[in-house]
């Protein structure tokens, strides 16, 4: 089962697809509207064959704005989205990329997909 995980951000969206039990980082999405970003999204769920989506939800605000971009992504996908915790994914997500060598300007580069890639990690090991 292909399975899309996303760390949404106010302006950049990481991306990361798990097709076995592993998942990996797969872009970083920058945007203005959330409306063309879900567009986005589409496309890559349809060139990947997705069949899930699962969608990092943080605390306080931020939760509640993932919650709206959420509500949008459904209107144009048909696919099931779940919401998993994506508490210290990005932290993790830091860690991982220094430990693995990568240099600055890469980790800053890819820092919301790896999250995006330790957070459905998390969740396939969860599931």
Same mark, same amino acid.
């Given at each position: 089962m292909?399975i899309?995980?996303? &760390?949404? #951000?106010?302006?950049? %969206? #990481?991306?990361?697809i798990?097709?076995s039990?592993?998942?990996? =980082?797969m872009k970083?999405?920058?945007?203005?509207?959330?409306?063309?970003?879900?567009?986005?999204i589409?496309k $890559?769920?349809?060139?990947?064959? %997705?069949?899930?989506?699962?969608? #990092?939800?943080?605390?306080?605000?931020m939760?509640?704005?993932?919650?709206?971009? $959420?509500e949008?992504?459904?209107?144009?996908?048909? $696919? =099931? $989205?779940?919401?998993? &915790?994506?508490?210290?994914?990005?932290? &993790?997500?830091?860690r991982?990329?220094?430990?693995?060598?990568?240099?600055?300007?890469k980790?800053?580069?890819?820092?919301?997909?790896?999250?995006?890639? %330790?957070m459905?990690?998390n969740y396939? &090991?969860?599931?």
């Open positions: 292909n899309v995980g996303i &760390d949404f #951000g106010l302006s950049k %969206v #990481g991306i990361a798990a097709t039990k592993l998942a990996e =980082p970083v999405l920058r945007y203005k509207d959330v409306k063309t970003l879900c567009t986005e589409k $890559i769920c349809e060139k990947e064959g %997705v069949e899930k989506i699962i969608v #990092g939800i943080s605390e306080g605000q939760a509640q704005k993932t919650k709206e971009f $959420i949008e992504l459904k209107k144009q996908v048909n $696919i =099931p $989205i779940l919401e998993f &915790d994506e508490t210290l994914s990005t932290y &993790d997500a830091q991982l990329s220094i430990e693995s060598g990568m240099n600055r300007r980790r800053h580069e890819m820092e919301d997909a790896i999250a995006a890639s %330790v459905l990690q396939l &090991d969860a599931n």
